[in-house]
């Protein structure tokens, strides 16, 4: 079952803006990872930010965490062509080991 | 430092027919897990194998099996293939697990006709 519920389903932007995807979970979690996934192909490892933390960046992406709302946000700013992908949250509850639960990812279009 | 890779690419398999898929992992990596990826279901987590032993395991029929070898390379198979289990099937590796970032491959493309 996906714990994750991301949010839009699908982001159309045009190059040069800001574009921001959300994810909600419902379980306690460890830490929380952004994937990027191009046309089915693997998935690309983002960032990963620990339950006890609340923002982090990297590079042109900031993901923030709030731990109450169980919910993440992650923004890319001045968008590319090149980050049109799918985008996929995945949070690793306390305990699981490593078995990652996957939101069904926001497709975001970047328009040049 | 060479990614993560699975073999083969795709594949394309009859009803019935059983398939082996291989993962290896990043150097030093001791967990690898695999996911189903359909259009349907999402991404789905089968199993974790962490030192040769399956650490978790998710909802598969017991037709989805695994293991994992003692230079951490894995494989998973699945018997009596269906054609629902046409799907991309990811491998992931992580250092340790649980609080370590999990690297995907490219995955392989499985059709079952």
């Known amino acids: 079952s996906q714990q994750g519920e991301e949010d839009p389903q699908a982001l159309s932007i045009q190059e040069g803006e800001n574009a921001t995807m959300n994810c909600s979970y419902k379980t306690s979690i460890n830490n929380l990872q952004w994937y990027r996934q191009n046309s089915g192909r693997g998935l690309v490892h983002l960032i990963l930010?620990?339950?006890?933390?609340r923002e982090k960046h990297s590079g042109r992406l900031r993901v923030t965490l709030d731990t109450s709302k169980k919910s993440s946000s992650l923004l890319i700013t001045a968008s590319r062509a090149a980050d049109t992908a799918s985008y996929f949250c995945?949070?690793?509850?306390?305990?699981?080991?490593?078995?990652?639960?996957f939101g069904a990812g926001t497709i975001l279009r970047v328009k040049s | 430092k060479a990614g993560v890779t699975q073999t083969p690419r795709y594949l394309i398999k009859t009803r019935g027919q059983q398939v082996t898929l291989s993962c290896s992992p990043i150097?030093?990596?001791?967990?690898v897990s695999w996911y189903q990826q359909t259009p349907g279901q999402g991404l789905q987590f089968l199993f974790e194998y962490f030192s040769e032993t399956q650490r978790n395991k998710g909802n598969f029929p017991g037709r989805f099996s695994g293991r994992q070898f003692s230079n951490s390379r894995s494989e998973m198979n699945v018997s009596t293939l269906e054609l629902g289990d046409s799907a991309l099937y990811l491998c992931?590796?992580?250092?340790?697990?649980?609080?370590?970032?999990?690297?995907f491959g490219q995955g392989t493309r499985l059709t079952v006709v």
């Open positions: 992931a590796s992580s250092l340790a697990g649980g609080e370590t970032e999990a690297f």
């Open positions: 995945a949070t690793d509850a306390y305990g699981h080991g490593n078995k990652l639960v």
């Open positions: 930010i620990r339950s006890n933390e």
């Open positions: 150097s030093g990596h001791r967990s």
